[in-house]
């Protein structure tokens, strides 16, 4: 499967090759060219596999990778779950289920592709030959930093540094953050909010100058942030395998749609259920779940994305983000695929901190659903 950057239809790369760079040369993120089509026979399969197998056979249709391979790095990622279903899904009412994304190492919904992105990174060094290792630069608004410290923590060839906002994240999180081991590992605050510590981290990756530097010390740059398409397939699983045990257990019929809300901050986990919907999961609305930061709420009633606005520090600092970077590859896919719409809006959004979509892109908005609620609501 080749990915292909927003911002530019020249730009191409293998999959393994877009977890390496993570974001584009150009700033654009990398998505799939075309998306996989899950037939109703591979769903079913899926639900009598265990999260490791299920995971190997959705990333499949990613990665060119041998099977068994990957597998074998399914599996040791999510060994260290401490719930052998690694995602149990709790029944709250009649046809509401809860899916826990929380039983990894940091607790962090993160750890379900923060556990699998540096084996994805291992593969795409050892494919690529190169002679540099890899830097990964975070961003953070807290569950980041530390499920991606824990990820690369000692990984061969590779070094990370975490920079979270200095009074935007919990004490919890600043503690798992300041304390973490591994001889690889560096923290740093930022003085702003989240929105600046991921606009400076982008900054540094799409400036040659500082990419020539590194290199001439023997790095390239990558990132564990959901720019990085790495961090986005391995979430598009748990929404295929979860749908697929609700039919196995009778809950769903095949083929029925299904909601799927999704507390949302940078726009990653709920994209990666639209991937699964793209893929043909039965999915009728995307709930975006927002809280006092309700940039995406508006965005989805009125096509105006608009963030030069209040920024709130809630109780839930992982959704206290104002720029969303996975927004843009929503954008990009109702453009029609189309970089150049897409660039425009982009750089209108870097200088004006704002943009309107035209009424024909809003119409394709219509797989989502956008609310917010109150820490008091
Ligand atoms: C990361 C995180 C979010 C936001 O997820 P996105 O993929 O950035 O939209 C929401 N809640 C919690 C607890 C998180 O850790």
New binding site residues.
Partial sequence: MRLVSTRNAGNTVGALEGVLKGIADDGGRFVPETFPQISRECIEEIGGMTYAQAAARVLGFYFEMDPGELLAMTTAAYENFDDARVTPMKKLGKREFVLELFHGPTL???DMALQLLPRLMGAALAENGGKEDVLILTATSG??GKAALEGFKDVPRTKIAVFYPEEGVSSMQKLQMVTQGGENTYVCAVRGNFDDAQTGVKQVFADPQMAEKVREKGYVFSSAN?INFGRLAPQIVYYIYAYARLVRAGEVRMGDEVNITV????????LAAYYAKRMGLPVAKLICASNKNNVLTDFFDSGRYVTNRMFFKTM?P??DILISSNLERLIYRIAGNDPEKNKVLMEELTKDGAYHITDEMKMQLADFYGNYATGEE
Avoid at 263 to 270: D, L, R, S
């Fill in positions: 962090a919904f993160k569950d980041t959901s507390p949302t901050g940078n726009f990653g986990n709920i839930s992982s959704m």
